[in-house]
């Protein structure tokens, strides 16, 4: 009859147990040292007995520059793996949810529109009444704050445009002012002195008839008696 397979189970026999251990660990290092010139790979083996001691193994590499190997493969796989294996999950165990809410959403959808309202209860009417009532009052806010919105900024507009205007007159009216007061510091033109005439004739002939008008006039009368000895004088 042929070998059967043989169950793996720990020895209970320590003697036995320690023999098969130098054995098979010999075997182990042989394999580990022919896998690596066979096949060109790196290869590390650290095996502890059960008292403690340490048998290691590894090819012209270091140790260390395996392990360090290791050990940043095994980050990389760490990062990778669970990633996306926790990412399907979660879209497995989300896909139900998005499904369910997406059908929630199309009733009440129909239900605003008026359709499907037979299956509803009252309560269920009430509800769906206060919602289209808070659906409105918000669409009516909602409204009102974007026509105050565009009244504020036409109400700047047109305060800009006033703006603007109140300073283009002023601007003119400086202007005039500037203009006025340039023009009554010029100086006027010189006024003519009109002289009298220089007619000789003219001036003794206006002498003349002064004097005639003077000999015409009355002269005063006096009431002083003239002494005879004066009059002597003035006949002289």
Known sequence: MGRGRVQLRQIENKISRQVTFSKRRTGLLKKAHEISVLCDAEVALIVFSNKGKLFEYSTDSSMERI??????????????????????????????????????????????????????????????????????KRIRTRKERALQNQNNMLAKKIQLKENEKTQTEHAQCEQQNLSQNSSSFIQPPPATIEFPSLTIGGSFQAIEGANKEAETQPQPSTNTVIPPWMLRHVNR
């Open 67 to 136: 392990l360090d190997r290791y050990e940043q493969q095994s980050n990389a796989e760490r990062q990778l793996v669970p990633t996306g294996s926790e990412s399907q999950g979660n879209w497995s165990l989300e896909c139900p949810k998005l499904m369910s809410t997406i059908e929630a959403l199309q009733r009440n959808l129909r239900h605003f529109l008026g359709e499907e309202l037979d299956p509803l209860s009252l309560r269920d009417l009430q509800l769906l009444e206060q919602q289209i009532d808070t659906s409105l």
